[in-house]
C-alpha cells in the first residue's frame, strides 16, 4: 500500500515542483492543504485520518492531535523551531519527527537585515509622502556604531550577525547557550534587562512559546528604539507592544510571525509598524532547500518506520 502524504504547509511546491515530484517518484499519494493558510487543531486531526507521513509547518501537533493519528508513523517539519509538536506524545506514540535546521538561515537573516536597513532609513514612510504626493525628506539613522540586540543567538541570529557586523554594528547577544566558544568575535553577551536598556535594535531569533518582551521588558527599554520579530509571535505581549508604540518606546516595528495566522490586530492601524505574512523564509533557494530537505526526512523516517 503506497504511503499517504499530508501536506501542513500552506505554499508547498508552489515555485518550484521538485519536493512534490520526489514524493510521486517514491508512490506516495499526496494530500495537499485544503486551505492555504495555517490549518487549526480541528482541521489538522481531520486532515491527518489514513495519513501515514506529514509535511508539517506551524499547525498544532498536540497530544490530542497525534492521538488521533492512528496511521501517523513520521512527521517532517519544514523549518527550525518543534513548539508546536508534543514530541513526548510522538516519541510515546512511535512517530519520528525531524526538521530542517539549516534550510531557513539565509534568508531569514537577508530579511532582517533587508528590514532594519527600510526603517532606520524610514523608506517606507518616504515611499508612502512621494506616492502621496509630499515631497518630505525624513532623518534616518545609519548602522554604524549602533548596538543591536540578538535574543537567541542560534544559526539565524548567528548569521544576521555576521551580516551586521562589516557594518561597525556593536553586537549584544542573550542566550542561555551562548559561550565564549560560540562568541568568536567582538559580540557581547549580556543580560536581557541589560540589552533591552542599551540596545536601539532588538531582534527576536528565540525559539519557543513564551512571552520575552513583555510590560515590564518594554518599560525599561531605551526610548525610540527598533524592534524586529522574525521568530515566532508568542514571544511578546501584543499588549505591551501597543502601549510601548503609543508612547513612543518603541519607534518602529517590524513582525513577520504572529499568534494568530492570518493577522488582522491592532498594530494594523500603526504606520510606524510594518507587517509582513510570514514570509521570511520565502525565497525560490530557502523554500526548495527547506521543502526538499523534509520530503527527504520524511521518506527515510517512513522506511525506517515500517522496518522497526
Not at 517606507?124 to 540586540?149: A, C, E, F, T
Not at 543567538?153 to 547557550?177: N, Q
Not at 535594535?201 to 513583555?214: F, K, Q, T, Y
Not at 527547506?290 to 521518506?299: F, G
Amino acid at each position: 500500500m503506497p504511503y499517504r502524504v499530508a501536506i501542513g504547509l500552506s505554499s508547498f511546491g508552489d515555485k518550484d515542483k521538485t519536493p512534490k515530484k520526489i514524493l510521486e517518484q517514491a508512490g506516495v499519494e499526496i494530500i495537499p492543504n485544503p486551505y492555504n493558510r495555517r490549518l487549526t487543531e480541528k482541521e489538522i486531526i481531520a486532515h491527518l485520518k489514513g495519513i501515514h507521513g506529514l509535511i508539517a509547518g506551524l499547525e498544532p501537533l498536540n497530544r490530542k492531535v497525534l492521538q488521533s493519528a492512528s496511521n501517523l508513523k513520521a512527521i517532517a517539519r519544514a523549518g527550525i523551531g518543534l513548539n508546536n509538536v508534543d514530541l513526548e506524545a510522538a516519541k510515546e506514540l512511535g512517530i519520528l519527527v525531524s526538521n530542517t535546521p539549516d534550510g531557513p538561515t539565509d534568508a531569514v537573516a537577508e530579511m532582517c537585515l533587508t528590514v532594519l536597513l527600510a526603517l532606520g532609513r524610514q523608506l517606507i514612510p518616504s515611499n508612502n509622502d512621494l506616492h502621496g504626493g509630499r515631497w518630505k525628506k525624513r532623518m534616518g539613522i545609519g548602522l554604524k556604531r549602533i548596538k543591536v540586540l540578538l535574543v537567541g543567538y542560534g544559526r539565524i541570529g548567528r548569521r544576521f550577525g555576521e551580516l551586521l557586523r562589516p557594518m561597525g554594528v556593536k553586537i549584544l547577544v542573550t542566550d542561555p547557550l551562548a559561550t565564549p566558544k560560540n562568541l568568536e568575535h567582538d559580540e557581547h553577551s549580556v543580560t536581557l534587562e541589560r540589552g533591552i536598556q542599551e540596545a536601539e535594535v532588538v531582534s527576536l531569533h528565540a525559539n519557543g512559546a513564551e512571552i520575552i518582551l513583555g510590560q515590564k521588558e518594554f518599560q525599561k527599554m531605551r526610548a525610540g528604539m527598533i524592534l524586529l520579530n522574525s521568530a515566532r509571535g508568542e514571544l511578546l505581549d501584543e499588549g505591551a507592544l501597543l502601549q510601548a508604540l503609543e508612547n513612543g518606546k518603541v519607534a518602529a516595528a517590524w513582525l513577520d510571525a504572529f499568534v494568530q495566522e492570518p493577522y488582522s490586530g491592532q498594530l494594523t492601524e500603526f504606520d510606524q509598524v510594518l507587517l509582513t505574512p510570514h514570509l521570511s523564509t520565502y525565497t525560490r533557494q530557502c523554500r526548495r532547500a527547506m521543502e526538499e530537505e523534509a520530503v527527504r526526512n520524511l521518506l527515510r523516517d517512513l522506511r525506517t518506520n515500517e522496518m522497526a
